[in-house]
């Protein structure tokens, strides 16, 4: 006998619904994945024709599925950076975090891409597993900041060791690269994902609070 259980999330009564416990927890924004392609794209654009939308903000993380064609991708991403929901800094600074993937020409073309719209000058964080890697990319491609993806723990362990451990990361990752984006992680649960494994790895969305 077969068992299963499908729940279809990609529905827009399920993004209202998530927008609204997200403002209820107090998060300001949201940072997708910008997937491209589809199906990975169908969170962020549930979410740009949610009439909820401007309950939480949101922002970009790059990774290879972006900058794997970078050039033609890059002018899309330039246009939502004037949407009145996308997450500004600094006085009103597009955030945008590259994940592992960036180089100092890439970011050069997205602070000129900028410059010709009319655009503050974008604040770029750079992501990485560590702090001395995040430092490094930060260096050479000419970042603002430096931030982690995610953090998570093994075989159960409880939530106080995992929050102990990235506060550490906090200092590490400041003492390493000076302006940080500070994760706060509430776990990293993938066993679903080993018993019935997917052909990507990326849920396309993360969270951000200011």
Known sequence: MTESVNSDATLQGVMDQEIQYAKRAGIDYWAFL?????????????YLSSEHRSDVNWCAILDGNFTGSYATNLPHLVAQFS????????????????????????V?????????AGLPDPYIVAMAWTAQSAATI??????????????????????SQLADA??????QYATAAGE?????????????????????AGTGLEFGAG
């Not at 910008?34 to 549930?46: C, H, V």
């Not at 066993?191 to 019935?196: E, I, K, L």
Request: aromatic fraction near 14%; hydrophobic fraction near 35%; include cysteine.
């Open 108 to 116: 050069a073309q997205m602070r000129a891409a900028c410059s010709q």
């Open 83 to 106: 949407d009145p929901s996308y997450q500004r800094v600094l006085g009103g600074r597009p955030l945008v975090y590259f994940f592992i993937t960036a180089t100092a020409d890439w």
């Open 138 to 159: 930060k260096t050479a491609v000419g970042a603002d900041a430096v931030s982690r993806y995610a953090t998570g723990e093994q075989n159960g362990h409880p939530y």
């Open 180 to 200: 940080v984006i500070p994760t706060v992680s509430t776990g990293w649960d993938k066993r679903p994902r080993y018993d019935y494994p997917l052909s990507r």
């Open 34 to 46: 910008y997937y491209p392609q589809q199906p990975l794209a169908r969170a962020r654009e549930l």
């Open 166 to 171: 990235e506060t550490s990361l906090w200092d």
